[in-house]
């Protein structure tokens, strides 16, 4: 079992960005990585995801504006924010694919 430590969340104006961290307690290099937000009242759905060889994949309503990263020597990964709207207000969680790892999560709000 892996720790994931998230990091970055806050308050930030529409527009704006933020960069979430996830921090491994071991290797994530073996390992596709996803991050996941939670809205209050709706499912936990999946946001990005990044294959060990580093190819990533997106949900339809952050194309463009998120970017997920991964660096195996520092066993983080992260998102990369831009262009935040209100809807993207969530807790957000990463997680190694597949597994029952999961972080603590990090509150990310949107204010319009």
């Known amino acids: 079992q892996v720790q994931l430590v998230e990091s970055g969340g806050g308050l930030v104006q529409a527009g704006g960005s933020l960069r979430l961290s996830c921090a491994a307690s071991?290797?994530?290099?073996?390992?596709?990585m996803g991050w996941f937000r939670q809205a209050p009242g709706k499912q936990r759905e999946l946001v990005a995801a990044?294959?060990?060889?580093?190819?990533?994949n997106y949900v339809d309503s952050v194309k463009g504006r998120f970017t997920i990263s991964r660096d195996n020597a520092k066993n983080t990964v992260y998102l990369q924010m831009n262009t935040l709207k209100s809807e993207d207000t969530a807790v957000y969680y990463c997680?190694?694919?597949?597994?029952?790892?999961w972080g603590q999560g990090t509150q990310v709000t949107v204010s319009s």
């Open positions: 990044i294959t060990t060889g580093g190819r990533t």
């Open positions: 997680t190694r694919l597949g597994s029952s790892d």
């Open positions: 071991g290797a994530i290099s073996f390992n596709a």
